[in-house]
């Protein structure tokens, strides 16, 4: 069935510094894509999405392209702030279905 | 900004017994779900319902699960008879026509079985 990897957390960072966080896809057929963020005590917020090949979905400086020819749809942001810190969902949900695949998560800490 | 309520935030409850957990989606959404997520693992789909039917569910919404829209703004989640590995967080989650595959998510009630 489909499925989604991402990249083991925890991660931590400096205040200022390059983000990328890993998530990788299995399905079959064209899935939209998504990043998730749940920040402490909160539920999961839509951060960004992307419905096709080579679409870049975009939000409050943190963007991922989805990369069909790698099955792919890595997070990054040039310079995280201590607000940042959370953890990250990547998920796909695939044409027709209504169900949201998960990966595990990725905790990011962004220290000042 | 609208967002999804649920409530409680944490309920302890005793093996066998039911439980029904409640949410409030955006009022002019139609879509709605039940997400769970057991400590240290994925979060997994349950459960759709739109126009008052379900319809999707996963292998693990069993025939101990079942859900409801008992008037225009609730969304219900029982357990008829829990077992101790139903001790999760549950989310519920909705999305409006347009913005089907947009799910917006509460912020999830802890569900602990003794």
């Known amino acids: 069935g489909d499925s989604v990897t991402q990249m083991e957390g925890p991660v931590t960072l400096s205040e200022e510094a390059f983000l990328t966080i890993n998530c990788t896809y299995t399905?079959?057929?064209?899935?939209?894509l998504f990043w998730y963020v749940q920040y402490p005590g909160e539920g999961l917020q839509l951060l960004l999405k992307a419905t096709k090949a080579d679409d870049k979905g975009s939000n409050k400086g943190f963007e991922a392209t989805y990369r069909k020819e790698t099955t792919s749809f890595h997070l990054e942001k040039g310079s995280v702030q201590v607000s940042d810190s959370a953890v990250y969902f990547c998920a796909l949900i695939q044409g027709g279905s209504e169900k949201l695949v998960f990966g595990k998560g990725t905790k990011l800490t962004v220290n000042p | 900004e609208p967002e999804v309520t649920q409530t409680p935030s944490h309920q302890v409850t005793q093996m066998g017994q039911e439980v029904i957990l409640r949410c409030v989606p955006i009022s002019n959404h139609l879509y709605f779900y039940w997400y769970r997520q057991i400590l240290g693992q994925k979060v997994e789909f349950l459960v759709s319902?739109?126009?008052?039917?379900?319809?999707?569910k996963s292998e693990i919404f069993d025939d101990q699960f079942s859900v409801e829209r008992p008037d225009g703004s609730n969304f219900t989640l029982k357990i008829r008879s829990t077992k101790l590995e139903d001790s999760a967080m549950y989310f519920c989650a909705s999305s409006s026509r347009t913005g089907k595959n947009e799910q917006y998510f509460g912020p999830g009630t802890r569900l602990t079985v003794t």
């Open positions: 319902f739109y126009n008052n039917e379900i319809s999707e």
């Open positions: 399905a079959t057929g064209y899935p939209s």
